[in-house]
């Protein structure tokens, strides 16, 4: 890495060596322009493209929010907020979201963050409740703007940005190059960056599976099993669907999860830590996992069912084959069902009988009663987990602390000993519940 680069601590801290040729051209683009408009495929880095020139703009001495993040989701809040917390700035992040603690979120934003990220529903919330100060608002993100529009919340979205009096720098980001742009974002002249032409076929490879019976579930196991263990997300159509393919593959031995948008938050948020932090290998999801999740680099992404547009498609093959790596996307079809017109001719991928169930997932999470608003920190759980729970370095993996709980990925070989070695033991001096973490799919005996 070239250390003349003033990014270098940042890029270190997200173990990444270089920015792509998108990421660089919007640092410039955005920094010299009052309004941009990035268009890039998902999984190509937008979310650094648009924080790193923020960074460059924000004043240390300004105590208010000066920027001002909206994201469709709470899964991609939660992602920005993410990767803002790995690049280690010294600027306050909050974020705001639906069915996170109001009372929370309100005694955060007393102590006013540079970045605040949120959902459309809650930030307009907020704002009526007056949390925080709109004027102080410099800089406006639109981040995934075309899923805001399908789903809807152009009044909220409206409301907010009519409240931001002194807007000065706006910034939309789209994965698709169809959008419209409505008045109510006034923007005036914006530079285009259209990235989404972007050629992956070298990274990314399309393959067809066919299945002999119209139940595609055997065909499904049996496609994993040849992955050779290593984790995959399952894209269909329908929330029971999810439900279904999961608990048909855990009843044949494969550790499955599932998720979608009609599970409790909570239910939500610990299937994604797990399958995160290596405790869940496989995630039968709908669209709702397509964008915007903050999980790891995926191999395999397949499709037990298409999705009725070409756009949904290339979202979901972005789970793989992002940035410079490479992936594979698995179309799962019945030998009679004809593919959609937007699919080009697919090498069929004939999936030999016989391979070996996937191991079964290295680490578990363990959960703590306890988080940032308990004053623990990371270091805090290593430090008790190494000498208490007399584990070893390596017998941790991600660890994960919210507001008043966190999560701790643990060797499972060593989770029934560490358990008992902290049985009775105090961390900060406190005692805190640490159990293994609630299960959200069905056990696999």
């Not at 370095?393 to 701790?408: C, P, Q, R, T």
Request: proline share 5%; with cysteine; hydrophobic share 40%.
């Amino acid at each position: 890495m070239n250390t003349k680069d003033p990014h270098a601590a940042i890029l270190s801290n997200l173990g990444i060596d270089s920015l792509n040729e998108m990421q660089i051209a919007a640092q410039d683009t955005i920094i010299n322009n009052q309004d941009t408009i990035l268009l890039s495929p998902t999984g190509s880095g937008k979310t650094l493209a648009f924080l790193l020139p923020i960074l460059q703009l924000l004043d240390v001495a300004e105590k208010k929010v000066q920027c001002l993040v909206i994201a469709p989701s709470r899964e991609l809040a939660l992602q920005i907020e993410h990767v803002w917390k790995k690049m280690g700035t010294p600027f306050k992040v909050n974020v705001c979201y639906g069915g996170h603690s109001i009372d929370t979120e309100f005694n955060n934003l007393s102590n006013p963050p540079a970045l605040l990220v949120g959902t459309p529903g809650r930030l307009a919330d907020h704002l009526e409740r007056k949390s925080f100060d709109p004027s102080s608002i410099k800089i406006l993100v639109l981040d995934e703007f075309d899923k805001s529009l399908q789903l809807g919340f152009q009044e909220q979205m409206s409301s907010i940005i009519g409240q931001l009096p002194n807007l000065q720098k706006r910034v939309l980001l789209s994965a698709t190059s169809d959008v419209q742009i409505p008045d109510f974002i006034r923007m005036n002249s914006p530079a285009m960056l259209d990235h989404t032409q972007e050629e992956r076929t070298d990274s990314l490879s399309i393959k067809q599976v066919i299945s002999p019976e119209k139940d595609k579930i055997e065909s499904l196991f049996l496609l994993l099993c040849s992955f050779d263990s290593e984790p995959a997300l399952i894209f269909c159509n329908h929330r029971e669907v999810a439900e279904r393919i999961s608990d048909l593959l855990n009843a044949k031995g494969i550790h499955t999860g599932y998720y979608h948008g009609g599970m409790d938050q909570d239910d939500r948020e610990r299937v994604l830590i797990q399958f995160r932090n290596g405790s869940l290998n496989y995630l039968v999801t709908t669209d709702l996992a397509a964008r915007g999740l903050d999980i790891p680099e995926m191999k395999h992404v397949v499709h037990y069912h298409l999705p009725a547009k070409e756009s949904e498609f290339v979202h979901r093959n972005g789970r793989t084959a992002r940035m410079h790596a490479s992936g594979t996307a698995y179309v799962l079809s019945y030998k009679e069902d004809k593919l959609p017109d937007y699919m080009p001719p697919l090498e069929i991928l004939r999936v030999k009988d016989g391979n070996p169930l996937p191991k079964r997932p290295e680490f578990q999470t363990v959960y703590v009663s306890g988080g940032k608003k308990n004053k623990l920190n990371k270091s805090d759980m290593v430090g008790f987990f190494l000498q208490k729970g007399k584990l070893d370095k390596s017998d941790l993996g991600l660890i994960e602390v919210k507001d008043f709980i966190s999560f701790v990925a643990v060797r499972s070989l060593k989770v029934k000993a560490l358990l008992a070695n902290i049985k009775d033991e105090k961390m900060k001096g406190k005692k805190y519940k640490i159990e293994v973490a609630r299960n959200v799919v069905k056990k696999v005996d």
